[in-house]
C-alpha cells in the first residue's frame, strides 16, 4: 500500500520550513504541500482566539488539497490550537509540543528542563504541562524570548546584537543549572549555534523540528500512510511576500524552494 496524498505542513510564516528540513531527511519520497501565513506572521504576540481561528484555515487548505495528515510546525499554533484541532478533525494532526516535550523528558540527567519561546507559546504552558505529565517530577524552566525569531529571520546568527540577546535571556536558566533545553520555536534551530556556547557542552538541546519529523515517519508507517512513489515534488503556499519568503526561505531550507505560490488569507 502507498498511499501518494501530500502531507501538509503548516506555520505562521517561513520558521516552519526548518521542519520541512527534517521531514525530507527521513522522508525524501513524500510530496509536501506548506502553507505560510507571512500576512498574519508572528504568531507569537497574538491571541489564542486569533491563532486558533488561523490554524483552522490552514486545515481547511489541506483539506481543499486533499492531504493525508497535517503537521503544525508552529509552536505557537500548536500550544494554542493543536488539541481541538485533533479532537476535532478527520485526518491525523501532528504538533511540535509532544515530541519536543518527549525528547527532553528521555535526555534530561537531572530533571531541570529549561523551554524557550514566543510569548504566547511560554504563556500557554504547553510545554510544562506536557512535560510534566510525562514526568511529574521535572523541573520546568520557562523563558520567552520574542526577539530571537526576528534575529534568526535577518540572519543575525554571529552578531554581538545576537549575542547579547542570548545572553539577556538565557541567564537566569544557566544560573538554574538546567540540564536540557527545548527550542520551543521554529526559528531556534538556527541559533542552536549560540545558544549552545552560552549554556555550555552539558546542555542538551532538543530541536523540535527533528523530533517532530521523527513522530510523522512513525504516524504515517503506523497507519499505512507512506509513501512509496519515487515523488517527493512539493508546494508552497504563503499569504504574501513570496519573493522573501523565497530569500529568507532558501537559508533556513539551506537549499532553493520552487513553486512559491501567494493564496489570499480568509
Ligand atoms: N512559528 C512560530 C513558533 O514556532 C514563531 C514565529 C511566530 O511568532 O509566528 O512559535
Redesign the pocket.
Known amino acids: 500500500m502507498s498511499d501518494e496524498r501530500p502531507i501538509g505542513v503548516f506555520?505562521?510564516?517561513l520558521?516552519?520550513l526548518t521542519v520541512v528540513r527534517a521531514i525530507r531527511e527521513r522522508l525524501p519520497r513524500e510530496r509536501l504541500v506548506y502553507y505560510g501565513d507571512t500576512a498574519r506572521?508572528?504568531?507569537?504576540?497574538k491571541s489564542q482566539e486569533s491563532v486558533a481561528k488561523f490554524s483552522w484555515e490552514a486545515v481547511r487548505f489541506f483539506q481543499s488539497h486533499n492531504a493525508k495528515c497535517i503537521v503544525i510546525a508552529?509552536?505557537?499554533a500548536s500550544a494554542f490550537a493543536l488539541p481541538e484541532i485533533q479532537g476535532k478533525c478527520d485526518m491525523p494532526v501532528i504538533g511540535v509540543i509532544e515530541p519536543g516535550a518527549r525528547a527532553a523528558v528521555k535526555l534530561t540527567a537531572r530533571g531541570k528542563i529549561g523551554v524557550i519561546?514566543?510569548t504566547a507559546?511560554i504563556n500557554s504552558d504547553a510545554y510544562t504541562h506536557a512535560i510534566r505529565r510525562l514526568k511529574p517530577s521535572a523541573v520546568v524552566y520557562a523563558q520567552p524570548c520574542p526577539l530571537l525569531?526576528p534575529l534568526a529571520e535577518e540572519g543575525w546568527v554571529h552578531k554581538p546584537a545576537t549575542q547579547l540577546v542570548i545572553e539577556e535571556y538565557l541567564s537566569p536558566l544557566r544560573t538554574a543549572r538546567i540540564d536540557t533545553l527545548v527550542l520551543g520555536?521554529?526559528?531556534y534551530p538556527l541559533l542552536a549555534g549560540p545558544i549552545q556556547a552560552f549554556m555550555g557542552d552539558d546542555v542538551r538541546l532538543v530541536d523540535s523540528a527533528s523530533t517532530c519529523a521523527a513522530e510523522l515517519v512513525e504516524l504515517l508507517d503506523a497507519r499505512t500512510l507512506l509513501s512509496d512513489a519515487a515523488g517527493g515534488d512539493e508546494l508552497f503556499f504563503v499569504t504574501d511576500m513570496a519573493a522573501r519568503f523565497s530569500e529568507v526561505g532558501t537559508r533556513f531550507m539551506g537549499r532553493s524552494l520552487q513553486a512559491i505560490k501567494v493564496v489570499g488569507a480568509e
Open positions: 506555520d505562521s510564516g520558521g516552519g506572521f508572528p504568531y507569537g504576540s508552529c509552536n505557537t519561546g514566543t507559546t525569531a520555536c521554529t526559528h
